[in-house]
């Protein structure tokens, strides 16, 4: 594979987290990722909302998408077997979702 991810200069994301065209660190991550045997999965912002709103109301907590993608991608790798029903996870919810409400007013 590559040892530098590929730019976006024009991506769009309503998680503004995640919103980077070109990421400064991406050798040390694509590096990381390889030698741990790891992957990485991508979230449409669609799932991140619907994401936001199931975490806000079985948790009670108003995440921001960049923390909706954390979980959604969990749920994502559990569904395909990469990460064990017995295996503990942490997730790091960076944001708040309040800072988002653009994203979510439909």
């Given amino acids: 594979g590559d040892s530098t991810a590929a730019e976006f200069p024009h991506a769009h994301t309503c998680a503004s987290g995640l919103r980077v065209p070109k990421a400064i660190g991406d050798f040390l991550i694509l590096n990381i990722l390889r030698q741990s045997n790891g992957g990485a999965v991508a979230i449409e912002d669609e799932e991140m909302i619907r994401?936001?709103?199931?975490?806000?109301?079985s948790e009670?907590?108003?995440?921001?998408?960049e923390g909706a993608a954390c979980f959604a991608a969990l749920k994502?790798?559990?569904?395909?077997?990469?990460?064990?029903?017995?295996e503990?996870?942490?997730?790091?919810?960076?944001?708040s979702?309040?800072?988002?409400l653009d994203c979510y007013k439909s």
């Fill in 76 to 86: 994502s790798l559990c569904s395909a077997g990469k990460i064990a029903s017995d």
């Fill in 51 to 57: 994401v936001t709103r199931k975490v806000g109301l």
């Fill in 97 to 100: 979702g309040i800072k988002y």
């Fill in 88 to 95: 503990r996870v942490v997730i790091f919810n960076t944001g």
């Fill in 60 to 65: 009670g907590l108003f995440v921001s998408p």
